[in-house]
């Protein structure tokens, strides 16, 4: 049964990956709802600027079997260096750490980006945000969402993209991974941290979501390595081999 489960996701992987590689097409569904993202096409850097919102590119290619999804908190003071800042600056606009190698996977797969956000939102300045964050984990909360998937079914794999808080997942990672079942879906973890790389959290991820496939070589990208890390996500990526699982 394991077997006939393992063939089974294997060979939604390989249409996954083959409707990727040769029938891509133009934005079929929408699920980020209020930040759709611009290309990064251009050279990022890390400098202090305002956060803006952005608009979706015309026209940009996805394919509809795969969604990124993350949580991403960009910090917008204090941190002005191109190491260790918490954000990325493409053509002005301010973005996460993690929220920048979400779009460098949508170039690459070709998927739809989804935000998680919250209805309470987190502070934007480094000391408030630790400070917030911990509150948070020591009260293990749970963040109500303001953002919600309403075509999981079209999906089977989900990238999913978090800094590492405290060693943990963010709390509102938690709310996401017992809102929605990810039953027969692959779940592919990506993160961005300040030195302590997944942590423990592809376990937990795997925990709250048994009956998902969950891989464990995910990606874990230094905040001081960010703005380099287009050639380590075409590299990962192509490594998952996931047109070869079958
Ligand atoms: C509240 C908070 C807690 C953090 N805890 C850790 C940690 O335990 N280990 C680590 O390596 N980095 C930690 N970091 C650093 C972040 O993981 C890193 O800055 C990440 O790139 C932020 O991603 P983002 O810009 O997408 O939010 C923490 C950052 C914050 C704001």
Wanted: with cysteine.
């Amino acid at each position: 049964m394991r077997k006939l489960a393992a063939i089974f996701l294997s060979s939604l992987l390989v249409l996954s990956l083959a409707a990727c590689g040769n029938s891509q097409q133009t934005g079929t569904t929408t699920p980020e709802p209020s930040t759709q993202t611009e290309n990064p096409s251009s050279s990022p850097t890390a400098e202090n600027s305002q956060t803006e919102e952005f608009t979706a590119t015309e026209g940009m290619e996805s394919n509809g079997n795969i969604l990124i999804v993350y949580f991403s908190v960009p910090e917008t003071d204090g941190l002005d260096t191109v190491a260790g800042a918490s954000r990325v600056v493409v053509d002005g606009e301010v973005l996460g750490n993690t929220q920048y190698l979400a779009q460098l996977i949508q170039q690459e797969t070709g998927g739809e980006l989804f935000r998680i956000e919250t209805v309470q939102e987190y502070p934007g300045t480094h000391d408030d945000l630790l400070d917030f964050a911990y509150n948070e984990l020591s009260e293990n909360a749970r963040p109500e969402l303001a953002t919600e998937i309403d075509n999981l079914d079209s999906y089977d794999v989900i990238f999913l993209g978090y800094p590492n808080w405290n060693a943990d997942l963010p709390m509102p990672l938690y709310t996401f991974l017992e809102t929605y079942n990810f039953s027969g879906k692959t779940i592919i973890p990506f993160t961005s941290h300040g030195g302590s790389g997944f942590s423990r959290t592809i376990q937990t991820i795997q925990e709250l979501q048994p009956q998902a496939t969950v891989i464990e070589d995910g990606l874990s990208i230094s905040r001081n390595n960010v703005t380099d890390a287009q050639s380590d996500v075409t590299e990962w990526i192509a490594g998952l081999n996931l047109g070869e699982s079958q």
